[in-house]
């Protein structure tokens, strides 16, 4: 069995930080492509960011490229997304997804999810 399991959300005031992590098992998060997918309040999801396979790179959405770091550890079966210079509209339900078609917003095109975490960013 896949299980995804995020944490490390929370509130921050605009302009601070946090790490998100996904603990993964049943998965080898080497081996499949990684993705960020988040969903505010009254609005579709979107896709963040994306770590592909192997070392074939990372890929961002532009209105995070620049702040956002994805990273995994493969020892630890874990993937992670360093938020810096966090602003209001980052505001989300952050969650991890296992493969899938690269850079799609929904959900339910990856193969596995996890059940989120609450990102609030507010002064």
């Known amino acids: 069995e896949v299980q995804l399991v995020e944490s490390g959300g929370g509130m921050v005031q605009p302009g601070g930080s946090l790490r998100l992590s996904c603990a993964a098992s049943g998965i080898s998060i080497s081996a499949t492509d990684m993705s960020w997918v988040r969903q505010a309040p009254g609005k579709g999801p979107e896709w963040v960011s994306t770590?592909?396979?192997?070392?074939?790179?990372?890929f961002y959405k532009h209105t995070v490229r620049g702040r956002f770091t994805i990273s995994r550890d493969n020892a630890k079966n874990s993937l992670y997304l360093q938020m810096n210079s966090l602003k209001p509209e980052d505001t989300a339900q952050y969650f991890c997804?296992?493969?899938?078609?690269?850079?799609?917003?929904?959900?339910?095109?990856?193969?596995?999810w996890g059940q989120g975490t609450q990102v609030t960013v507010s002064s």
């Open positions: 997804a296992a493969g899938g078609p690269r850079g799609s917003d929904l959900l339910q095109e990856y193969d596995y």
């Open positions: 770590i592909a396979r192997g070392d074939r790179g990372t």
